[in-house]
């Protein structure tokens, strides 16, 4: 398990991160990440 950050820009500039738990797994011989929870934005996560 690893946490996933991920970005979105919004339409004003300002870029707001995500924060997820996930995991890899193999599905016929590639790695596909899944995603467990989210975490909300990066600024708000304890």
């Known amino acids: 398990m690893y946490l996933r950050f991920t970005s979105r820009t919004n339409a ?19 790695i596909k990440p ?4 989210n975490l909300g934005r990066v600024d708000q996560v304890d």
Not at 13 to 22: D, E, I, K, Q, T
Not at 34 to 37: E, F
């Open 34 to 37: 899944d995603v467990l929870m």
């Open 12 to 30: 004003d500039g300002s870029v707001v991160r995500y924060v997820a738990l996930a995991h890899n797994r193999r599905v016929a011989g590639k």
